[in-house]
């Protein structure tokens, strides 16, 4: 799907140290890197010890390498990566190099999806 659709992306994502509430504000008001305004949609926190703390980040620009980018821009590089879901379809359970077919209910999500995104641009 092209970013162009909004469609949102979930990643459990480890960054270094712990973030702080004014960091985790930082990421969703957004920061400019590259000419462009980069944003997290939501984050939440998952696990967290001294050294690292996992998050669910969302996300629905899809820039180029963007939460590594946000990451580094609030001084807390990003140290694993993992995305688990792509609009409704969930990867939790898909292994790397593994696929699967879509079922017809999320192909027809995706594409009301896709034409509900270019009609509200007109």
Known sequence: MHPSYEIEREYYVKF???LEIE???R????LMID???LRVKKIFPITSVSKHSWYSVTVDQGKNRMIRKLGEAIGHNV???KR???????????????YRS????EIKKL??????SKKAER
């Not at 409704?88 to 190099?97: A, T």
């Open 35 to 37: 000419g462009d305004i």
């Open 23 to 25: 960091d985790l504000q």
């Open 27 to 30: 990421l969703q008001d957004g």
């Open 84 to 98: 688990i879901r792509i609009g409704n379809i969930r990867l939790e359970n898909i292994k790397p190099g593994e």
């Open 16 to 18: 270094k140290d712990v």
């Open 111 to 116: 594409l009301l999806k896709k034409v509900g």
């Open 79 to 81: 140290q694993r990566i």
């Open 102 to 105: 879509l079922e017809q209910k």
